[in-house]
């Protein structure tokens, strides 16, 4: 059941994009100034208060503005957002950049990882259930600054290199009834320093492997443009493998 009011939502939309944008803390005079909510910063300061209590939004330590929390990154993926649809000419794209290398899975998913990377600018990452690892886009991740904290960087490798843990999210989705799963912060990572790190992956599977794939980077990202091409990618994905035998 929705908790929020359609103020509160409008409100909650429009710090998503602010901090989306920006990935700093979002103060109610912006949202007045550039979002035309119709109401005064009074208001609007009295409606991040709500939406904090109400754990959608999150207080920080160096700032009187608001960011979005886990709760309302998902809040927002369910029930505001509308995805965008890829183009026919991104969709031949993906498609031409992989076709060469569908008799070799393993050519085949370290080219997809590589291309995803490039088209969303983030780190993709494809594992499955033999245990193989790709990953590409590391650099990707350096464009924003909740990688500039070193820790985060190295931990985030450290991660990386845990097969068991990319393990259990493929088998996550035996369980999941959505065609994406959404890693969000500290609780999805079991990690306090990924708070700010995002993930979206999708399945795909043949007849002898199983596998996700999707990308990584801050919590901000754009995911009414990354989960469609993410969705598209894992389907493409499991037809040639499928074709194959895999």
């Known amino acids: 059941m929705v908790d929020l009011t359609q103020r509160q939502i409008d409100i909650l939309k429009s710090i998503i994009q602010e901090y ?27 409606e991040m208060v709500e939406l904090t209590k109400k754990s959608y939004l999150k207080k920080t330590y160096f700032s009187s503005g608001r960011v979005p929390s886990a709760q309302g990154f998902r809040f927002y993926i369910k029930n505001i957002m509308k995805e965008k649809e890829m183009s026919t000419t991104d969709e031949v794209t993906y498609k031409n950049s992989i076709w060469d290398e569908r008799n070799k899975i393993h050519r085949l998913l370290s080219q997809a990882v590589k291309i995803l990377s490039q088209k969303t600018s983030l780190l993709s ?14 650099a990707n991740l350096l464009k924003n600054h909740e990688f500039f904290n070193l820790d985060v960087f190295r931990n985030l490798f450290e991660r990386l290199d845990e097969t068991i843990f990319w393990e259990r999210i493929l088998t996550r989705f035996d369980r999941l009834e959505e065609e994406v799963l959404y890693l969000l912060g500290e609780e999805d990572f079991s990690d306090p320093i990924f708070e700010e790190c995002g993930s979206v992956f999708c399945e795909f599977e043949g007849a002898k492997i199983k596998g996700i794939i999707g990308v990584v980077g801050p919590k901000r990202m754009y995911y009414d443009l990354i989960v469609p091409q993410i969705k598209y990618f894992s389907a493409l994905i499991e037809q040639i493998v499928k074709e194959q035998g895999l």
Do not use: M
């Not at 990935?23 to 609007?44: Q, R």
């Open 20 to 46: 989306s944008e920006t990935g700093n803390p979002v103060g109610s005079d912006i949202l007045e100034k550039k979002y035309k909510l119709g109401v005064s910063p009074a208001t609007i300061r009295n």
């Open 125 to 138: 990452l494809v594992a499955t259930n033999e245990g193989e690892q790709f990953y590409s886009g590391a």
